[in-house]
């Protein structure tokens, strides 16, 4: 598929959409608590979602059974929601969220810390963070592609972190998944020129040990290999001639 420009009336939309999601990502982070399972989680995000007449974009994508993907402490991103699958104090979780709005999607992640959590988890978390704004320092229209990949496995690296490799960001728009994948380490090429209209959802995921990753035998989560604790950070972003526009979020 090729990468899509959008118009002004469907970047007015994915502006929408992205306001919705980072409004929800707030509003849902402060509604975890110790003792929730990821299924509470699941069953409060959806029904955050559908309250703006959205829907939610993972539900039943490939099969995915729920509004929410939910990865605790070494689960990398696709956590499923399970009753039996409690938060606890000490626990970093990653929640991931897609909503369509008007036929239009965003798409972003946060990772969030349940009561007190450790330095290392705390550092992992922010590092995790910044290397998505160290990327999308790069992000306007003339750069290219790989400048964005390489200044966030960069900067995640220079701490030791392990930058996972198998799971890329992505084109974003009518479809959850458009081109071009954005891998979260340096390419030994530039990639494609960035244009003004491309939407695009940078997703660095991020290991405190190896960047190895296995799926469980729920053919869903994804782990590190090594047991240890990982972060995710994504926002939805449009590509403009100055400094890009973060459509997911808001800030509270
Ligand atoms: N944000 C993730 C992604 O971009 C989540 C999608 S997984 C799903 O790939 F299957 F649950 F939708
Ligand atoms: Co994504």
Known sequence: MAVTIKSEREIALMREAGKI???IHNDLAKEIKAGMSSYEIDKKCEEMIRSYGCIPSFLDYQGYPGSVCISIN????????EKNKIVKDGDIVSLDIGVIHEGYQSDAA????????????LKLMEVTKQSFFEGIKYAKAGNHL?????????YAESFGYGVVRELVGHGVGRELHEDPQIPNYRQNRRGMKLQKGMTLAIEPMI??????????????TVVTDDGTLSAHYENTILITDGEPEILSLVLD
């Open 110 to 121: 946060r990772t969030i810390a349940i009561g007190e959590v450790s330095e290392e988890a």
């Open 207 to 220: 290991n405190i040990g190896r960047p190895d990753v296995r799926w469980l035998d729920d053919d869903w």
């Open 74 to 81: 070494d689960e990398v991103v696709h956590g499923l929601p």
């Open 21 to 23: 999601l980072g409004t």
């Open 146 to 154: 790989f400048d964005i990949s390489g200044a966030i496995g960069d």
